[in-house]
Structure formats: C-alpha cells, structure tokens
Nanobody, 115 residues
C-alpha cells in the first residue's frame, strides 16, 4: 500500500519561508522521479518542482529561484524549501511520483501566505 504523507505547511507572511516534507512508503522510492504539486482554490493542480532519481531538478517558472526540491533516499523523503513566499503561493501542496498517479495522492499540506 502506497502512502505519501506531507507535512510542514502553515500560515506565513509574505517574504517568509517554509520547508515541506513528504514521507513515502510502499514504493521503490529511490528509482522514482518525485514531484511537488500544488492546487489553489478554483484552479487545477500544477507541478511546481521535480527531482529525478539521478538528482536532476526542474521547476515551474513561477517558483524558480525561490523553491528548492531535494530528496533523502535513505529516509524515502522528499523536501521542498520555499523562500520568499508570495500570496499567490497559497495552495494545498502534495507530493507524488512524476508523472502523478491518482491512487497515490495523499492529504497534502496547506500553505497560506498572507500579504
């Protein structure tokens, strides 16, 4: 049974930082590309950051230079360091493999950025 458990969200002022974590179980973590996705109210879920099994990184233009994705294969955990947060970053954040598998979505973690 696959479980992806996100944590680390919260309420932060614009310009602040948060670090999200996603602990994975039930998958062969080290061979999968992992991604952080987000969904704001009334909007489609979007992929914001990807890290491949080889450590290659990719970011959506909207977060490039502000967010950093990383992974710890020994802990089966993927992280998202978010700096210089903006109100438009407010969303529920999820992790999943890339491309995402519907059955793997967890509960996500809410990030709210106040202006």
């Amino acid at each position: 049974q696959v479980q992806l458990v996100e944590s680390g969200g919260g309420l932060v002022q614009a310009g602040g930082s948060l670090r999200l974590s996603c602990a994975a179980s039930g998958i062969w973590f080290s061979i999968n590309s992992m991604g952080w996705y987000r969904q704001a109210p009334g909007k489609q879920r979007e992929l914001v950051a990807t890290i491949t099994s080889g450590g290659r990184l990719n970011y959506a233009d909207s977060v490039k230079g502000r967010f950093t994705i990383s992974r710890d294969n020994a802990k089966s955990t993927v992280y998202l360091q978010m700096n210089s947060l903006r109100p438009e970053d407010t969303a529920r954040y999820y992790c999943n493999i890339v491309p995402g598998i519907n059955a793997y979505w967890g509960q996500g973690t809410q990030v709210t950025v106040s202006s």
